[in-house]
C-alpha cells in the first residue's frame, strides 16, 4: 500500500468531499460490506482500493459509530493476505453468534491464466484485528460459472442460511442458498426459488430478510432493467416482495423487481438491523464503469446517508435513519447560500419546480408535472460531468400525487425521499462553486417549507 499521507492531506482540502457521508480516505470506495451493530457500537466495513480512485486489489476499510451520524476510522481492516483473497477481499456481511464477530466475504484469485476462483470465506474481528481466517465453500457449485459471490449469512429456525450471487452455465443471474448449523461446514441448499427465469446475466450483492412476515429479496440484476439507453443506469438495483420460507426457500408468488433507487448513483445495498430493531440500508453511492472528477484528487465514491425501511403495500419505503436529525442547526429562509441542508417540503398541490443547486449558471433542477404524475431530476447544466453516455435525466412516474419532499444535500450529493419515502432518486455532482441556493420556481402558496444547515462532522474521514 502507497503512503497515503500526502494524499490525505490533498483530500482534507478538496470542496467536494462530503460533511456527513461515510467516504475514504483516498482511493475509490464502493460496495458496503459487513453492516452490523453489536455492544453499543456500528460498524461499517466497505470495498477499498486505497491507492487510487480505480478498483484495483480490494480490502474492506471499517469505520465504526455509536450513533450513526458521526464516524471514525477503526484500524481493524480486512486485507488480501492469503492465497484464498489474493486477488481482492470482495463483498460479504457481518453475524454476531455468542459474543463473537464473524464476518464471511468472496475471496478473489486468479490463476497464472487468468482463470478466476472465487472462495468463500469467514474471518473473525477481534480486539487486534481480523483473525481465524477460514475458506467454508471452497469449490463452485455444478451448472454454475465462476460469477459466484457476495455471501449475506443469517439466522433462520434450522440454524444459518447464506445467499451468494451466482450465474448459471447458460449466463443468466440467481441467487444460491447454502445452509449450515455451525458456521464451519455449509451444505447447497437450492436456487431461492423465484419466478426470474431469464433476469439479467449476474445476481450480484443479494440481501435476503423479513419484514412485516413477509420475505424480501434486494439485489442487483445486472443486464437487466437498464433500458432505454438515455435514461437508465446500466446497473440496477432491485428488490422483490414474496412469501418467506427459510425451511425450503420458496419466495412463492412475488411481486415484480422494483428499482430501490431512481437517481444516478446507487448500487449494492446491504441491510442490517439498528439499536432499535429497525431495518436499515446503507447503498454505494457510485457506479462501476466511468470516472468521476473526484478522481483527479485521489479519491471516489461515498455510501448513502443510512435509511430505514418499512414495507408497506408490498412496497418498500426509505426514510432518512432519524439520527441524522443531530446534523441540523436552527432553520433558515429558503434562499440562503448553503454547502450542505435537509429541506422539507409538506402539503406539496400540483407542479413543482425547483432547483436543488443553483450557482450562477449551474443548476440541479427537480421538476413534477402533476398532469402526468412525472417527476424529473435534471443534472444537464453542470459544467464538471460524468457518465453523460446514460443520459443526464432521471425520471419516475409516480402511482400517486406528489406530496412531500425530503431532500438532504451534502457538499456533491443529493439524496431525495418522495412522498415519505415511496420513492427515492439520489446522485452524487460536483459543482464549480460549492455554495449555492434552493432555487423554487414553482410551488402551490398552502406548501410547508423549511431549510436546515447540517453540520460538518466526518469531512476528513
Not at 443469517?154 to 449466463?171: S, V
Not at 432518486?425 to 447540517?454: C, W
Amino acid at each position: 500500500m502507497k503512503d497515503t499521507k500526502q494524499t490525505l492531506n490533498h483530500n482534507a482540502n478538496n470542496h467536494w468531499r462530503t460533511q456527513f457521508h461515510i467516504q475514504p480516505p483516498t482511493g475509490l470506495l464502493n460496495d458496503p460490506n459487513g453492516l452490523i451493530y453489536h455492544d453499543g457500537v456500528y460498524h461499517v466495513f466497505y470495498q477499498w482500493h486505497p491507492d487510487g480512485p480505480t478498483h484495483g486489489l480490494k480490502s474492506w476499510n471499517h469505520v465504526t459509530s455509536t450513533d450513526l451520524v458521526h464516524w471514525t476510522q477503526d484500524k481493524r481492516i480486512l486485507q488480501p493476505d492469503s492465497i484464498y483473497d489474493s486477488h481482492g477481499a470482495y463483498s460479504g456481511s457481518a453475524l454476531i453468534v455468542d459474543d463473537t464477530f464473524e464476518l464471511f466475504y468472496t475471496g478473489n484469485t486468479r490463476t497464472p491464466d487468468d482463470i478466476r476462483i472465487p472462495y468463500q470465506l469467514n474471518a473473525r474481528l477481534d480486539t487486534n484485528g481480523i483473525v481465524d481466517k477460514t475458506v467454508v465453500i471452497d469449490h463452485i457449485p455444478s451448472g454454475y460459472t465462476d460469477h459466484f459471490r457476495d455471501p449475506k449469512v443469517f439466522t433462520t429456525p434450522q440454524g444459518y442460511a447464506m445467499i451468494l450471487g451466482a450465474q448459471r452455465q447458460d449466463m443468466t443471474g440467481t441467487a444460491l442458498l447454502y445452509t449450515s448449523t455451525d458456521l464451519k461446514a455449509w451444505h447447497l441448499a437450492k436456487e431461492l426459488t423465484t419466478a426470474l427465469k431469464s433476469f439479467g446475466y449476474m445476481w450480484e450483492c443479494p440481501d435476503y430478510f423479513e419484514l412485516d412476515q413477509k420475505g424480501i429479496l434486494l439485489f442487483c440484476p445486472q443486464g437487466a432493467m437498464n433500458l432505454p439507453q438515455l435514461n437508465t443506469n446500466i446497473y440496477p438495483n432491485a428488490y422483490i416482495v414474496g412469501k418467506y420460507d427459510t425451511t425450503h426457500f420458496d419466495m412463492g408468488h412475488h411481486t415484480n423487481p422494483q428499482l430501490l433507487d431512481y437517481g444516478f448513483d446507487f448500487y449494492a445495498t446491504q441491510t442490517f438491523i439498528d439499536q432499535t430493531g429497525q431495518r436499515v440500508l446503507l447503498a454505494w453511492m457510485g457506479a462501476a464503469e466511468g470516472g468521476y472528477p473526484s478522481d483527479k484528487y485521489g479519491w471516489a465514491h461515498v455510501l448513502t446517508l443510512p435509511r430505514v425501511l418499512t414495507l408497506i403495500d408490498n412496497h418498500l419505503y426509505q426514510q432518512p435513519h432519524p439520527n441524522l436529525i443531530a446534523l441540523r442547526t436552527d432553520a433558515v429562509p429558503i434562499d440562503s447560500p448553503l454547502c450542505s441542508y435537509e429541506l422539507i417540503l409538506d402539503s406539496i398541490q400540483g407542479d413543482l419546480d425547483i432547483d436543488l443547486y443553483r450557482y450562477q449558471g449551474e443548476c440541479i433542477n427537480f421538476r413534477y408535472d402533476a398532469s402526468t404524475q412525472t417527476l424529473t431530476l435534471d443534472r444537464s447544466a453542470l459544467k464538471n460531468t460524468y457518465a453523460t453516455e446514460r443520459g443526464e435525466t432521471r425520471t419516475v412516474r409516480l402511482d400517486e400525487p406528489l406530496k412531500n419532499l425530503h431532500v438532504f444535500r451534502d457538499t456533491s450529493t443529493l439524496e431525495i425521499f418522495i412522498n415519505q419515502g415511496r420513492y427515492t432518486m439520489s446522485l452524487r455532482f460536483f459543482p464549480q462553486h460549492i455554495e449555492g441556493h434552493v432555487k423554487i420556481k414553482t410551488l402551490n402558496d398552502s406548501a410547508l417549507k423549511t431549510l436546515y444547515p447540517l453540520e460538518d462532522v466526518n469531512h476528513d474521514l
